[in-house]
Nanobody, 120 residues
Framework: QVQLVESGGGLVQAGGSLRLSCAAS????????MGWYRQAPRNERELVAT???????NYADSVKGRFTISRDNAKNTAALQMNSLEPEDAGVYYC??????????????WGQGTEVTVSS
């Protein structure tokens, strides 16, 4: 089994920063892309940022220049540094990863989510 566990959410004032972390554990052969999604109340889950195993990144337009995604392939971890936070950034942030558990089996996994609250 594979688990993704997020941490680092919390309450921050607008303009502040938070760093989210995600750790993958279990029967992992390799990890392809990793990413962060978020879901605000009454909204659909949306992409925030992704990173490939080679380090190529992709960001939602709304977070470009403010958020930075990174990963440590040796530790099976990913992080999301969030700066200049805005109230619109609030929501539950989910880590996701495309994980190969055997030579032939690859599945997408999700963490349980960590909540980010931004006060204005």
């Amino acid at each position: 089994q594979v688990q993704l566990v997020e941490s680092g959410g919390g309450l921050v004032q607008a303009g502040g920063s938070l760093r989210l972390s995600c750790a993958a554990s279990g029967s992992i052969f390799s990890i392809n892309d990793m990413g962060w999604y978020r879901q605000a109340p009454r909204n659909e889950r949306e992409l925030v940022a992704t990173i490939t195993s080679g380090g190529s990144t992709n960001y939602a337009d709304s977070v470009k220049g403010r958020f930075t995604i990174s990963r440590d392939n040796a530790k099976n971890t990913a992080a999301l540094q969030m700066n200049s936070l805005e109230p619109e950034d609030a929501g539950v942030y989910y880590c996701t990863a495309n994980i190969r558990t055997t030579v032939r089996a690859t599945n997408r996994y999700w963490g349980q989510g960590t909540e980010v609250t931004v006060s204005s």
